[in-house]
């Protein structure tokens, strides 16, 4: 009754009291402390967070009240009495699908875990021959960053400092050196041409099937895993950016 929406519906006004810190109209915080009750709270009485009802306010005998946590999971119906007093009474069907609405919105609680790292000079420099063009490359879009195959957003500004979920970068591609520092996969994809353009090393080019056939660099054994279904192809991520772009 005290919120907007409820302004809108012209809905009338209960004389409902809840205690605690109120934030805007009919939205209300620091109602209770964390615990294993209602909604992850303390409370086990829904009725605890009431105070008075106040006659002069709009509060009536048979005004009936709805209590549902924040997930859906706890509920309760009362009525008031002639004493403006909540009582509880048997739960009407015709507000199942309210409760049931709130509960199919409760999802599992994630934890959202982001890497952020940057990518310094002498990293830069055994990708090209002058590293500024690189960093260049990745700002004007020629270049398409990733960790570990997974998507990253590149913070604006000066240097290649970027960003990734690292739920989507493979189990065990981060590494840690004693400076201390974490260490991350970082790939750089572009068009052969463009590289060459930029000063790279055009004689250690390798094809990917050389690359599978032989490992990598110091031609270690190679460990294949699938890649996260959400990730990108970066060369089709790459071609589809530029032409959104306007390159040819």
């Avoid at 009407?92 to 940057?118: H, M, W, Y």
């Avoid at 990518?119 to 260049?136: D, F, I, K, M, Q």
């Avoid at 930029?198 to 110091?218: C, F, H, M, N, Q």
Wanted: neutral net charge; proline residues 8%; contains cysteine.
């Amino acid at each position: 009754s005290e919120h907007q929406a409820g302004k809108v519906l012209g809905w009338q006004d209960t004389g409902i009291k809840i205690i605690g810190r109120r934030s805007t109209p009919g939205r209300y915080f620091k109602v209770s402390e964390p615990g294993l009750g209602w909604g992850g709270t303390s409370i086990s009485d829904p009725l605890s967070i009431l105070g008075e009802w106040n006659a002069k306010k709009g509060a009536r005998p048979g005004l009936s009240l709805l209590m549902v946590s924040t997930t859906g999971e706890q509920f309760a119906y009362y009525e008031l009495d002639d004493e403006l007093k909540p009582v509880q009474k048997p739960f009407p069907e015709r507000l199942q699908k309210s409760v049931g609405l709130i509960e199919d919105n409760c999802e599992p609680a994630l934890c959202t875990v982001l890497f952020i790292g940057g990518a310094g000079g002498s990293l830069r420099a055994g990708v090209t021959e002058n590293p500024v063009n690189l960093t260049r490359s990745v700002q004007g879009l020629t270049t398409y960053v990733t960790v570990g195959g997974a998507p990253v957003y590149v913070w604006p500004g000066g240097g290649i400092t970027l960003m990734v979920d690292v739920t989507r970068v493979p189990e065990g591609a981060f590494g840690y050196v004693p400076t201390p520092a974490l260490v991350a996969p970082i790939e750089f994809t572009l068009r052969r041409d463009d590289y060459v353009r930029l000063g790279g090393y055009e004689a250690e080019i390798r094809s990917v099937e050389d690359i599978v056939a032989k490992g990598g660099e110091y031609l270690n054994p190679r460990r294949g895993t699938g890649a996260e279904a959400t990730n990108p192809w970066p060369p089709l991520a790459q071609l589809r950016r530029a032409g959104s772009n306007g390159a040819g």
